[in-house]
């Protein structure tokens, strides 16, 4: 739903990591974080109501 | 078992949306927004989709009621309606009748807007007069 | 078409099977949700089509539900048509209404109908009146989604902030009869803000109607801001389809992928 609003698939990552897995977790945020740095700011971010309000 | 559609217009503003009120056994449970009506075609904002719910609500005023001693009170129309003419009557000798204002409102017909209005303007002297829906 | 349904009401309403029939009536230049009941006049019977066909329906499941609530005892008779036949099943998946007690008589709709809806099934399982149309071509989804991603992400957020929150989407819906509705948990969405926090308010509605939109479109319809909210809940039901071939109320009994916690068939 999210790709069809025109919101990159890639924004948004579901992962499963025990909680006795911290070196994962820390390397899935990690990577997740280098992505979305290269995505670039959020399309969100842009403030759609202020030409109406 | 009496379930009745009544079609009737919104009260809130000046569009005038057609809807249609459920009536379940004389009590009115829900709105339904005229598909037909030419004004909204089918669509309502949300306060006249909950129009319904106004109708039998226990804040509605049942009585007159008077300020007295800083504290609302209810009194009879009678004395409403004499408090109400006495003040009138002394801020206009006081201050003028541009010193009075009227409201009315879109919950009442036509034609009491029509008669308030000629009651600020030929009884009392204003054209102080404005309307909520005046949007 | 009108006469075999007037002929169907009456027989159903003499023959005592039914106490009401919840229909449509043309009154006053209007056409209006009606409750005919044993003896009352006919004539002035509607089936919904004023302008163009179907351009009058009413969402009479939602309707009925008052009623069936408001006297257990009695068993309803109910005008349909696809998407209402669609309803009803889920309306009895949800325990909101009993087959034992709701008499569909249904109706189908004609070709320019389906094609406008892009129905998927124009018509009833028990047909009273009227012939099978074809299914409406599906184009809306398919044609967003031939934008590039960013344009797609512009036009939906244009038409997302022209919402005023009147709710007109929940409550025209026969399928939205929670109590507590998550569109009003302040947590959610915040109360007095105005237009809501987009894309979320919309994502709500659409995450809440996975496995209970029949495609009716009445939303859409009553949709002041006129935002295409049946073309994003097109595409919930299309991901349904295609994740879990799953499409609401076209089996009766059949429940959503999403409410067991038993494996579904075909799928880990």
Redesign the interface.
């Given at each position: 739903m999210l790709q069809f609003s025109g919101i990159e698939a890639a924004r948004l990552r579901a992962g499963w990591v025990s909680s006795a897995e911290a070196p994962e977790l820390v390397h899935e945020f990690t990577t997740f974080i280098e992505e979305l740095r290269a995505l670039g700011p959020s399309p969100l971010k842009n403030d759609f109501r202020k030409e109406l309000v | 078992m009496d379930y009745q559609t009544v079609l009737t217009t919104c009260t809130y503003c000046g569009c005038g949306c057609n809807f249609f009120l459920e009536v379940l056994d004389g009590e009115p449970i829900g709105t339904i927004p005229c598909k037909t009506s030419p004004v909204n075609e089918g669509k309502l904002c949300i306060k006249g989709w909950n129009v319904h719910e106004f109708v039998r609500h226990e804040k509605r005023l049942t009585t007159p009621l008077l300020r007295k001693n800083g504290k609302l009170e209810e009194v009879s129309w009678e004395e409403a309606l004499t408090t109400t003419a006495a003040r009138l009557k002394a801020i206009k000798t006081e201050h003028g009748a541009d010193a009075i204002g009227f409201l009315t409102s879109a919950k009442v017909t036509n034609e009491e807007n029509y008669l308030l209005q000629k009651f600020a303007r030929a009884a009392v002297g204003t054209n102080n007069v404005d309307h909520c829906a005046r949007l | 078409m009108i006469d075999v349904i007037r002929k169907r009401v009456e027989e159903l309403l003499e023959s005592g099977e039914i106490?009401?029939f919840l229909g449509l009536a043309r009154?006053?230049?209007?056409?209006?949700?009606?409750?005919y009941?044993k003896g009352d006049d006919l004539s002035e019977m509607s089936l919904g089509d004023?302008l163009q066909p179907g351009?009058?329906?009413?969402p009479l499941n939602k309707?009925l539900i008052?009623?069936y609530k408001?006297?257990p005892e009695?068993t309803f008779g109910v005008l349909v048509r696809g998407c209402d036949d669609r309803g009803l099943k889920t309306l009895y998946t949800w325990n909101q209404l009993t087959p034992n007690r709701v008499v569909p008589v249904g109706i189908t709709c004609p070709q320019e109908l389906a094609d406008r809806c892009e129905c998927a099934k124009p018509y009833p399982d028990e047909i009273i009146a009227g012939e099978k149309a074809l299914p409406g071509e599906a184009r809306s989804?398919a044609a967003?989604?031939a934008?590039p991603?960013?344009?797609?992400?512009?036009?939906?957020?244009?038409e997302?902030?022209?919402c005023?929150?009147?709710?007109?989407c929940s409550?025209?819906c026969p399928m939205c009869f929670c109590n507590e509705c998550s569109l009003k948990c302040d947590d959610l969405v915040k109360r007095g803000e105005?237009?809501p926090e987009?894309?979320t308010f919309h994502?709500i509605r659409?995450?809440h109607m996975v496995g209970r939109c029949i495609d009716c479109g009445l939303c859409e319809?009553?949709?002041?801001s006129t935002i295409p909210l049946r073309t994003?809940y097109k595409?919930?039901n299309d991901?349904m389809v295609d994740k879990f071939d799953y499409t609401t109320g076209i089996r009766r009994g059949q429940r959503s992928p999403l409410n067991m916690l038993e494996p579904v068939e075909g799928h880990k």
């Open positions: - | - | 106490s009401g009154q006053n230049g209007h056409i209006a949700p009606r409750l009941q004023h351009d009058a329906r009413y309707y008052n009623l408001a006297y009695k989804v967003l989604e934008l991603v960013g344009d797609r992400f512009t036009y939906w957020m244009n997302f902030v022209k005023i929150k009147c709710y007109g409550n025209v105005l237009p987009i894309p994502h659409a995450m319809e009553a949709c002041p994003l595409k919930m991901i």
